[in-house]
Structures are given as structure tokens and as C-alpha cells.
């Protein structure tokens, strides 16, 4: 809601976008799990805070915009809090396309986006420490390569995401076909 009005929308459109996030497919389909769920549930709040700091750059809002990131990493989404802070930076990066690209105004705007990045890491770090302790302690650590990325995305296949080439139709080569998908379907 907080979000949408700072867009300029009205608050009967506001509250309308709010309800549609809350209900949406993507937020209910996390709700088996809620380390997921708590990160999405903070996705609005981090684009609402990076945009009134890449709007201003005051400290106020890039402590708030620290805490937006530190949140979910807290809940234990990591992966999430670094999609949605890349996302929400390029959404409030249109604040700085009317700045002078070497001027004093812009290298306060992506100071204070080092700053909000740095405060999330040091209000997390009880979390991320520890968990990459015990990370590297897994047996995780001690299986093979092709093991542990079983079915992971390759950055070749990433670029789906943009354009949609959906290789996995064509007819590739059997050592193409599983150096890309493990010599089955496409996990997604």
C-alpha cells in the first residue's frame, strides 16, 4: 500500500494493489516456505525504501532501506534479498537518470546504497556468520561438482530469463544436452 502510493497511485488503487500482492500466485505459493515467505512479504518495503533513497539519498531512509535487506536474510531467504535488492535499485535508478552523471547529487545516491548494503550485512551478520560456518562444515561440501549442481541453472541458460530461447526443444547433441540439463527435461 505504502509502496503504491509513493507511485502516485490513489488509495482505493493502492489498497487494490496491496490486496493483489498479498493474494498473488507467487506469495502463496511460498507459504509452505516461510523463509521465502518472509522475504517476499518485505519485497514492497525494500522497493519503497530504495526508492525514497535513491530519491533523496538522507540517512534516514538508507538505514530503513538497510533493514528492508537485513529482514529477510534474518528469516533466512538471502537468495531473495539479493534478487529483490538488484530489483528494486533498478527500479529506483530512475531517480538518477536526471542527475549529472559525475556530479555530487549521484555519488551520494549510490553511496548511500553502499551504505544501505552494508548496514543489511552488519545487522544480519548473526545470521549469515554462522551460516556460512556450518555451510562449510556440511557434507554438502563433500560431494562431487556435478552432484551438488545437479539441476542448477547454468549461466548460459540464465539468459532465458531476458530472451526467451528455449534450447531444451531443439535437438542437441547427448553431451550438449547434458551438460545443460543433466540429460533430462529442464528442472523449470
Known sequence: YAFACRLGLSRGASTLAAALWTASGPMLSLVSLW????????????FLAADVTLAAGRLRPTIFWGITLAAPILGGSPDLTLLTASAAFLHGSRHLRSLPLLGREIRERLLASLAAGTFALALSAAQWIPSLEAASRSARADLPSFVRTYWSVPPLLAAQT???????????????????????EPFL
Open 35 to 46: 523463509n521465502h515467505l518472509a522475504a517476499a512479504a518485505w519485497m514492497p518495503w525494500t
Open 162 to 184: 531476458i530472451i526467451p530461447l528455449y534450447l531444451d526443444r531443439l535437438p542437441l547433441h547427448a553431451e550438449i544436452r547434458s551438460s545443460l540439463y543433466e540429460g533430462r
